[in-house]
């Protein structure tokens, strides 16, 4: 199974500050058909998880710009540009490259 | 607007069986693969199961591989998750999310199962 490796656990963020999270994978997502199946998801407190990003960079229907992904291969980075109070909650990267799909452990997004 | 509604969840003896359900409606049911995923009280997340939009293509994590079977009803616009032979570790908060292949575009609230004797 492909291990995914999210760092870090934990990032206290000043509102309207960036937040970064990074995510690696024990071995490359490139699927052979030649796109990499990475999605970021976040999970407010008390509800289900809610898709953000799709193939490493494409932002689902509905999510503010200020999230974005990038990377590639085994390298992967989710960023919030001006963190904003309904941002707290948990982000998860999984990938959907092999099955069984495999998640990270998960970063609490919290206000400083 | 797509909605996911799971149900089917309880309270159970470790040994038994439950089988949830997920209605799934706002979108073309058929055309779609579907997952459910299980959360761990205070854990994170685990993918359980996968089907294909026909239903002719499943897919199992190793822990559930052999208890569980995931299934559809494309008439109905529903999807399934029959789990037998229950340990505590499936003790869990399941969710049903569209799609599978690709990504999980949208989850459903989901059910709780709890294992109890």
């Known amino acids: 199974d492909i291990v995914m490796t999210q760092t870090p656990l934990s990032s206290p963020v000043t509102l309207g500050q960036p937040a970064s999270i990074s995510c690696k994978s024990s071995?490359?997502?490139?699927?052979?058909?030649?796109?990499?199946?990475l999605s970021w998801l976040q999970q407010r407190p008390g509800q289900p998880p809610r898709l953000l990003i799709y193939?490493?960079?494409n932002r689902f229907s509905g999510v503010p710009d200020r999230f974005s992904g990038s990377g590639a291969g085994t390298d992967f980075t989710l960023k919030i540009s001006r963190v904003e109070a309904e941002d707290v909650g948990v982000y998860y990267c999984?990938?959907?490259?092999?099955?069984?799909?495999?998640f990270g452990q998960g970063t609490k997004v919290e206000i400083k | 607007e797509v909605q996911l509604l799971e149900s089917g969840g309880g309270l159970v003896q470790p040994g038994g069986s439950l089988r949830l359900s997920c209605a799934a409606s706002?979108?073309?049911?058929?055309?779609?693969?579907m997952s459910w995923v299980r959360q761990a009280p205070g854990k994170g997340l685990e993918w359980v199961s996968g089907?294909?939009?026909?239903?002719?293509?499943?897919y199992y994590a190793d822990s559930v591989k052999g208890r569980f079977t995931i299934s559809r009803d494309n008439s109905k616009n529903t999807l399934y998750l029959q789990m037998n032979s229950l340990r505590a570790e499936d003790t869990a908060l399941y969710y049903c999310?569209?799609?599978?292949?690709?990504?999980?575009?949208?989850w459903g609230q989901g059910t709780l199962v709890t294992l109890s004797s």
């Open positions: 999984v990938q959907a490259t092999q099955f069984p799909q495999t």
């Open positions: 071995q490359s997502l490139v699927h052979s058909d030649g796109n990499t199946y």
């Open positions: 999310a569209k799609g599978a292949y690709v990504t999980m575009e949208n």
């Open positions: 706002g979108f073309t049911f058929t055309t779609y693969s």
């Open positions: 193939k490493i960079s």
């Open positions: 089907i294909s939009h026909t239903g002719d293509t499943t």
